[in-house]
């Protein structure tokens, strides 16, 4: 049977992979963050699953405000970076998984999850900055992907305790895959960040840590956050964090905390890292 080994939570500020691709990691801005990497990077090239499942948003890239879904998952062979302005990001391609996404699909459907189901879509830098950040730049991802794009821009959005639960069921559908392959998965996004408004600029350390902190021990205390909560503390973007909860639902209730990261500033955000073993 398949198995889930671990869940990674990252933001994914689009700046991390532009100073990537324009080998700027070393300067004195990046070089603090790219340090903080390498404890995860040594993790992820000792645990490389076959298939890393990557929850994240698309910032209406692919998407526009006149057709948004819930939640969507790519069942497709094969995604593109999306051109996001500059061209697409010179990083690979991604391989999906369909026999994975298909049974993934028919197990949240048949729980009362409807999903929208994309064959394909281009890929935004909430999935191709988080491929970054754990495997720097290899000629070809390591891993398959199976996209998992969550709504966070359009409200009205899913609560966090949905997001919780549609973790919950992604856990149960890949415990009952038959093929004996290993599985990751990623919640991206966050932390506390506001990009525009009166408020643009907004960090809170206190509640970032306290999410952090939750994700490990306690779970629902995260998925039990209304959105005006995530909104007045952690910033009008910082509702990203509710795609953690969908990585954390999939996990077991115990998890093992085995890397944990917190910068500030990146870009507009407060940067944050975490991986939770299975146990
Ligand atoms: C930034 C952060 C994001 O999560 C995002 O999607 C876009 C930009 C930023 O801080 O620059
Ligand atoms: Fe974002």
């Known amino acids: 049977m398949a198995k889930l080994i671990a869940g990674m939570g990252t933001s994914h500020v689009p700046g991390v992979g532009a ?7 070393g300067e ?17 090239k000792n645990n490389v699953p076959d298939v890393n499942i990557v929850v994240f948003n698309d910032h209406a890239t692919s998407y526009s405000l006149d057709n948004y879904s819930t939640f969507t998952i790519g069942v497709g062979d094969h995604f593109r ?3 996001e ?14 026999e994975l996404a298909w049974h993934i699909t028919e197990s949240l ?16 830098h909430g999935l191709t900055v988080p491929l970054s950040i754990a495997y720097d730049q290899p000629e070809k991802w ?37 093929e004996d392959i290993s599985v990751g998965i990623w919640g991206t996004g966050g932390l506390s960040h506001q990009l525009g408004g009166e408020r643009a600029g907004v ?36 509702i990203e964090m509710i795609m953690w909860n969908v990585m954390r639902g999939a996990l077991n209730d115990d998890v093992k905390e085995i890397y944990r990261f917190y910068h ?16």
């Open 142 to 178: 390591p891993t398959a992907v199976i996209p998992l794009i969550v709504n966070v821009i359009q409200h009205p959005l899913p609560t966090a305790m949905r997001c919780y639960k549609l973790g919950q069921a992604i856990g149960r559908a890949i415990a009952s895959f038959p």
């Open 203 to 238: 960090v809170n350390p206190e509640f970032d840590k306290a999410f952090l902190d939750n994700l490990t021990q306690n779970p629902i205390a995260n998925a039990e956050i209304p959105h005006t909560d995530f909104i007045r503390e952690a910033g009008a973007e910082g």
């Open 264 to 279: 500030i500033p990146v870009s507009a955000t407060a940067y944050g890292a975490i991986i939770l073993e299975n146990s």
């Open 109 to 124: 459907m048949a729980e009362e999850f409807d999903m929208a189901v994309a064959a394909s879509v281009d890929l935004d």
């Open 81 to 83: 970076p999306a051109d």
């Open 28 to 44: 004195a801005y990046w070089q603090p963050l790219f340090e903080g990497f390498k404890p995860l990077r040594e993790w992820h």
């Open 85 to 98: 302005g500059w061209g697409r990001r010179q990083v690979p391609d991604v391989e999906g998984h369909p």
């Open 19 to 25: 100073a990537m691709d324009n080998g700027k990691t």
